[in-house]
């Protein structure tokens, strides 16, 4: 079984920052890709960033130059440093763990339980 916890959000005013870890714990031996989505109100879920397991990294448009995605493939954790933010940044931002492996074998998909980001004008 495996599990991500997110923290770190919370409510902040615009042109502030927050940033947000999510550790994966559980029998683990490799994950391939962390991410972060997020979901406004009456919105579907949306890509923020993902991460490789090498670094490589993937921005939404509309947070390129403001947050930034890393990893820590030793604590199986990934973050997001979001600055700069505005109130259309306010969504439940989740995190997602793919291609899990571990004794089940196969690569699996997890998601988080979600942290919510609420930005003021």
């Known amino acids: 079984q495996v599990q991500l916890m997110e923290s770190g959000g919370g409510l902040v005013q615009a042109g502030g920052s927050l940033r947000l870890s999510c550790a994966a714990s559980?029998?683990?031996?490799?994950?391939?890709?962390m991410g972060w989505y997020r979901q406004a109100p009456g919105n579907e879920r949306e890509l923020v960033a993902t991460?490789?397991?090498?670094?490589?990294?993937n921005y939404a448009d509309s947070v390129k130059g403001r947050f930034t995605i890393s990893r820590d493939n030793a604590k199986n954790t990934v973050y997001l440093q979001t600055n700069s933010l505005k109130p259309e940044d306010t969504a439940v931002y989740y995190c997602?763990?793919?291609?899990?492996?571990?004794?089940w074998g196969s690569g699996m998909n997890y998601w988080g339980k979600g942290t919510l980001v609420t930005v003021s004008s």
């Open positions: 997602n763990a793919d291609r899990v492996y571990g004794p």
């Open positions: 559980g029998s683990i031996y490799r994950i391939n890709a």
């Open positions: 991460i490789t397991r090498g670094g490589s990294t």
